[in-house]
């Protein structure tokens, strides 16, 4: 697999507070990454500094673009979406096209049409006349028009309801997604894009705190419901978070033998909400 975007060694500081702290990630195509972190982590930052829209020491790649020199260039093949509530409400539907026709190299009108077509948006209403719903469709509309290489999302389904968030991302596997392009896309909501990603990486305080594929990372973390007389025992295999709820004890393992889990209670495969809370409230981070 050869890179796409290359990030490496980056680092990033507002006046003397650091906030990206040696970030490393690979992405190429076919990959789907989730970076996830809580409020302040420096998930916006980090995807700043990959658009060129911030000043950061370290080595960036986008498709062989150096995006602090580069960034016109790059840009032609990267599709960048900020969270949908960004669309102005006073612009008309077909306003909305044109300008995107005229900002973005390659940017389908027709695309963007034939799309829009299967919706009820009207191409002379305002955004401030749609609902939350038909917003999203037509940013979707003016996503899937964009012929990218690299989508990059940052928060894209803030303030919508659970039902257009799932159809946010039901559309973007299957309007935009393909083996030959990759998409990045921050979240504090795991659970919700967990089903369509290749790859994760968690960060906390500026710091990547776990970068793997979804498939190694579901093999190498287990949940166990601890049997009662075992807890003791389950304590001394250094548990990443334990949990008690209704008499029941949870406790997640990285990397722990199967065997010995096997014999402290019942073991499942954590979500990766699960694992992101134990990683987070984790006190120290190797
Ligand atoms: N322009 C700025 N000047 C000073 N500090 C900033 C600036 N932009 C971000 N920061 C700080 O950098 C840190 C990371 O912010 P960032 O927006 O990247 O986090 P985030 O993970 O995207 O958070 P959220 O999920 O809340 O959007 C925060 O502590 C924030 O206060």
């Not at 911030?54 to 498709?63: A, E, M, Q, R, S």
């Amino acid at each position: 697999m050869s890179a796409m975007i290359s990030i490496s060694g980056l680092h990033k500081s507002y006046k003397n507070k650091q906030v990206l702290k040696d970030v490393n990630l690979t992405l190429g195509a076919g990959q789907i990454l989730g970076l996830v972190g809580p409020n302040g982590a420096g998930k916006t930052t980090c995807l700043q500094a990959l658009l060129g829209l911030t000043t950061y020491d370290g080595d960036i790649d986008v498709l062989g673009y150096n995006p602090s020199k580069n960034r016109e260039k790059m840009l032609a093949d990267v599709a960048y979406i900020a969270d949908v509530a960004v669309l102005p409400k006073w612009i008309k539907v077909d306003q909305a096209l044109t300008y995107m026709q005229g900002v973005h190299p390659n940017f389908n009108r027709q695309k963007a049409e034939a799309f829009l077509s299967k919706t009820n948006i009207p191409a002379t209403a305002k955004v401030k006349t749609l609902s939350k719903g038909m917003v999203t469709q037509l940013h979707l509309a003016l996503i899937l028009a964009v012929d990218a290489k690299i989508l990059i999302l940052d928060e894209p389904t803030l303030g919508l309801d659970i039902l257009t968030r799932r159809q946010f991302y039901a559309h973007l596997l299957e309007d935009f997604y393909d083996a030959d392009k990759c998409i990045i896309v921050t979240t504090h909501q795991i659970e919700e894009i967990e089903h369509i990603l290749t790859d994760a990486a968690f960060i906390r305080d500026g710091k990547i705190v776990l970068d793997q594929s979804v498939d190694d990372i579901r093999s190498r973390f287990k949940l166990v419901a601890v049997d009662n007389e075992h807890l003791e025992q389950a304590k001394a295999h250094n548990p990443l978070f334990t949990n008690s709820m209704m008499g029941i004890t949870s406790m997640l393992f990285d990397n722990a033998d199967p065997a010995i889990l096997a014999t402290l209670g019942k073991v499942s495969t954590p979500t990766l909400a699960d694992i992101f809370v134990g990683m987070m409230t984790k006190e120290t981070i190797q």
